[in-house]
């Protein structure tokens, strides 16, 4: 069983159209993560959900709307893809990361985004 | 703010010699260190971490790291590589705020290491 699954594997798009990749796992954990890899490896997180609520925020271009329907899932959609959108997106999950207590991050295989 | 830097990006050994991937990190308050694996086509793996407690902690695959706050460096060891060790590494830091349920992983920008027969 696959615990963090995300989906499509490989997406390639045109400039300016709407698309979103899909996260989910079933680990039974409450934190879920978006991370962008670029071309030189180079990976940031983007969003973390906890319970379904936005706890961390970077500094990402609101085209990209993270959304959580529910604990097991976290979507990315992105509007008006732009060249500079080409990359490796990996989802994440944990526990939430207590004051007492270490929770791994198991990622995703990632999704090779392709903006032409 | 915490970040990481790895000092090199890549690095090419011949298969059953040793191999060091260099780590430092900067932040201000108390880090906890991880080491992640991401073979070729693959997403990340935990190869390792630092939380607390001895500096010196042995992670899969007979990898191992020191943890040293005064050079504020966390290193990555084996003593003898495999082929199949040929993969990008990347060293991370992660901070707790103060209410401790809320981090993030902050990653170094990966080193490629490449074992060759």
């Known amino acids: 069983d696959t615990a963090v699954s995300q989906t499509p594997k490989y997406l390639v798009t045109q400039m300016g159209n709407d698309k979103s990749i899909k996260c989910e796992q079933n680990?039974?954990?409450?934190?879920m993560y978006w991370y962008k890899q670029d071309s030189k490896k180079f990976l940031k997180i983007m969003f973390s959900?906890?319970?379904?609520?936005?706890?961390i925020n970077e500094t990402v271009p609101n085209r990209f709307s993270p959304k959580s329907p529910d604990k097991a899932h976290l979507n990315l959609h992105i509007n008006s893809l732009e060249l500079g959108d080409s990359a490796v997106y990996f989802c994440?999950?944990?526990?939430?990361?207590?004051?007492?207590?270490?929770?791994?991050?198991?990622f995703g295989p990632g999704t090779r985004l392709t903006v032409l | 703010a915490q970040s990481v830097t790895q000092l090199d990006s890549q690095v090419p050994v011949f298969e059953e010699a040793p191999v060091e991937l260099r780590c430092n990190y900067s932040s201000s308050v108390s880090v906890y260190l991880f080491w992640y694996v991401q073979y070729p086509n693959q997403g990340l793996q935990l190869l390792l971490k630092y939380l607390s407690g001895s500096t010196l902690v042995k992670g899969i695959n007979g990898f191992e790291a020191e943890f040293n706050k005064s050079q504020t460096s966390f290193h990555l060891r084996k003593p003898s590589v495999h082929i199949s060790d040929t993969a990008e590494y990347f060293c991370a830091v992660s901070v707790r705020n103060s209410g401790g349920s809320n981090y993030k992983l902050t990653f170094g920008k990966g080193t490629l290491l490449t074992v060759n027969p």
């Open positions: 680990l039974g954990h409450d934190t």
């Open positions: 994440a999950s944990s526990q939430v990361w207590t004051s007492s207590t270490y929770n791994e991050q198991f």
């Open positions: 959900y906890n319970n379904k609520e936005l706890i």
